[in-house]
T-cell receptor
Framework: GAVVSQHPSRVICKSGTSVKIECRSL??????MFWYRQFPKQSLMLMAT?????????EQGVEKDKFLINHASLTLSTLTVTSAHPEDSSFYIC????????????FGPGTRLLVL | AQKITQTQPGMFVQEKEAVTLDCTYD???????LFWYKQPSSGEMIFLIY??????QNATEGRYSLNFQKARKSANLVISASQLGDSAMYFC??????????FGSGTQLTVLP
């Protein structure tokens, strides 16, 4: 099946710093990527939809100035958590949509962010 | 708007037995897809099975089958011959005209030896 990678897999940072998370589709082109956030023992909540070459679409309640998304190519989307605070600590998962088959979304392995 | 309801926060099953994980949905879209994903403790989301709203037959993928009852708006996942490696969180999800997945709250499955 299609492969999506995320980097880094785990990051610890100080409060006030910015963290960039990369999401890559390794063997297919993804015009659309999705960014999710998951708190412990909870479901995945969609944060934003990232479209190649255009501005991301953010879900209600998600601050676009805090969570900067860039989808510069058909295989790469980045999420930057700006001025991170402890409440931003979470599991961030990206997903890339493949147009093959039944338009399945393939998920990256996730990034665990801990803000001290 | 779309909604997925998973009413079983946790389930236990004996190894080698079958288990059914419940999922009901609500959507105003005439055409939609239903998905099941498995999330082990490592966090990765693993696609298991898909059912289209117009598919006549219930989907099957190896030991996974989807019991789709459109009139009841349910899409239960059946895992046959449970294995210890099946212990994980299971999420039901729906995708409609907005082409984005909406997930349920998940069911934590534990397979007992």
């Amino acid at each position: 099946g299609a492969v999506v990678s995320q980097h880094p897999s785990r990051v610890i940072c100080k409060s006030g710093t910015s963290v960039k998370i990369e999401c890559r589709s390794l063997d297919f082109q993804a015009t659309t990527m999705f960014w999710y956030r998951q708190f412990p023992k909870q479901s995945l909540m969609l944060m934003a939809t990232s479209n190649e070459g255009s501005k991301a679409t953010y879900e209600q309640g998600v601050e676009k100035d805090k969570f900067l998304i860039n989808h510069a190519s058909l295989t790469l989307s980045t999420l930057t958590v700006t001025s991170a605070h402890p409440e931003d600590s979470s599991f961030y998962i990206c997903s890339a949509r493949s147009l093959a088959g039944v338009e399945t979304q393939y998920f990256g392995p996730g990034t665990r962010l801990l803000v001290l | 708007a779309q909604k997925i309801t998973q009413t079983q926060p946790g389930m236990f099953v004996q190894e080698k037995e079958a288990v059914t994980l419940d999922c009901t949905y609500d959507t105003s879209d005439p055409s939609y897809g239903l998905f099941w994903y498995k999330q082990p403790s490592s966090g990765e989301m693993i696609f298991l099975i898909y059912q289209g709203s117009y598919d006549q037959q219930n989907a099957t993928e190896g030991r996974y089958s989807l019991n789709f009852q459109k009139a009841r708006k349910s899409a239960n996942l059946v895992i046959s011959a449970s294995q210890l490696g099946d212990s994980a969180m299971y999420f039901c999800a729906i995708k409609g005209s907005a082409r984005q997945l909406t997930f349920g709250s998940g069911t934590q499955l534990t397979v007992l030896p």
